[in-house]
């Protein structure tokens, strides 16, 4: 049966609002779909920032840095950043957190995190309304927001050996979330031999001497980000005082950082 000429007017309308509306509600995977095929450079200062502040980076050969520098630029496009104590986001800072981003998913093909699209950058350790404490990261799962105070994320660039890397932490954080990872695909103890594993923690990074500020007041719901961090910058000691922690690791990371010129494993 033909339709009424008011619904004939009216179809033509309706099939443009349905466009534009998917235009609208697709332009985010367009542009990215274009994006992770064409990226764009990354400007040369900020590679000599990361040579000069990120060791990761500078270690991987040139096929991997490659990478690494245009899923950055990637990275950089999707994530949005919200200064909280400071009139202007530095660009140096940004691409610094940034990059933890890129280090934890480098071995993984998707690697945006797209559950996660603002980092809220306060200067210094910030108070926690829900913890009633001082911190220096925190995730907001509900609201897909990463928290990381600037100072001490860039004391730990500056000095990686000595300081503790909330970037790498809060970042495999914000993957365990993404990749719905469970305690039992990385840790290997029972409950009661939780204090043993973090005492363990403290001797890969050589901090037993600062256990009880570093480690002892430790969250469980943190050991994901705590391994990932150990993992990264103690990866020899890692393997050797936690092998099925370190093997499980590789698994889920897609990277062994034993070779640093190229981490990733496939």
């Keep these: 049966m033909p339709l009424p000429q008011d619904a004939m007017n009216i179809a033509p309308l309706v099939a443009v609002g349905v466009y534009i509306a998917a235009i609208y509600t697709f332009n985010h995977q367009i542009n990215f779909w274009w994006y992770k095929r064409f990226p764009p450079a ?13 060791p990761y980076y500078g270690k991987l050969n040139t096929v991997k840095r490659q990478r690494f520098e245009e899923r950055l630029a990637v990275m950089k496009i999707d994530k949005d950043f919200l200064p909280q104590e400071f009139p202007k986001m530095p660009d140096d800072v940004r691409h610094l957190m940034l990059a933890s981003a890129v280090q934890v998913t480098f071995g993984l093909e998707e690697y945006l995190l797209p559950h996660w699209g603002v980092f809220a950058v306060y200067r210094q350790a910030f108070h926690s309304p829900q913890l009633q404490e001082f911190h220096t990261g925190e995730v907001h799962y509900e609201d897909g927001v990463i928290l ?29 979330f993404e990749n719905k990872i469970n305690r039992e695909d990385f840790l290997f103890f029972k409950n009661n031999e939780r204090e043993q594993f973090l005492r363990t923690m403290s001797r890969i990074r050589r901090r037993e ?40 690791l590789k698994k889920l990371l897609n990277q062994n950082p034993l070779n640093e010129a190229n981490p990733v494993i496939a």
């Design 42 to 54: 990354l400007p040369k200062p900020m590679k000599r920032v990361l040579l000069d502040f990120y």
């Design 148 to 176: 990381l105070a600037a100072d001490p994320f860039i004391a730990s660039m500056k000095n990686p050996k000595s300081g503790y890397d909330i970037g790498l932490h809060y970042l495999a954080l914000a993957l365990q």
């Design 209 to 248: 001497h600062q256990f009880e500020q570093d480690y002892q007041n430790t969250l469980p719901e943190d050991d994901f980000g705590l391994c990932v961090e150990h993992f990264f910058h103690a990866p020899e000691q890692f393997q050797q005082a936690l092998p099925d922690t370190f093997n499980a």
